[in-house]
């Protein structure tokens, strides 16, 4: 049985020859856009959004084509699948940890656009999502799992709270490394770093 490690590292070799054709074809209209209308261009709010699409390219993926064998069949009784595995376990930790960090970037992203400071919207549209992303998976013959909603909503708070700490920091930072340039200079080495790391 693979790792939790290695489950996400599957994720991101699988999803790979999506994530590129949909990035270059992403980046190349965005950049026609802002040339022709000749829009402001800030290159950390642009990568910032393409992360936000690769992340939802990869959720794709995740909820369709991968196959983690956690459950038996359908389940609608709460708890039952989340201590189908012994506490403490590695299969324990795969499942309730797999499910928290799969929606965890989805609370940070709607919190970091809407701007959300409450955290019951971020609550209810994970929730929409979570029972989406279920749904989909009965109508394409893996299972519906009740447990998996109530994990994933936990992700989505859980990365709320995360967008709110990361608020927090930034308004006790120098006004430096909230500067357009700064951001921008930070966004290459990320980008440049997650493109060696794949």
Known sequence: MESLGETIGNVFAFSLPMVFISVVVIASLRIFDIVKNKKTFCFHKEIFALIFIIYILCLFQVVTFQDNGYGAGNNLIPFQEIFRHPFGSRLFFKNVLGNILLFLPYGFFISHYLKEKKMFPILILTLIVSIAVES???????????????????????????????????????????SEWFLNTLSIFLLLGLIILL
């Open 136 to 178: 989909t998976q009965l109508m394409i013959g893996r299972v519906f799992d009740i447990d998996d909603i109530m994990l994933n909503v936990v992700g989505g708070v859980l990365g709320h709270y995360c967008y709110r700490l990361v608020v927090k920091i930034g308004q006790m930072c120098p006004k430096v490394f909230l």
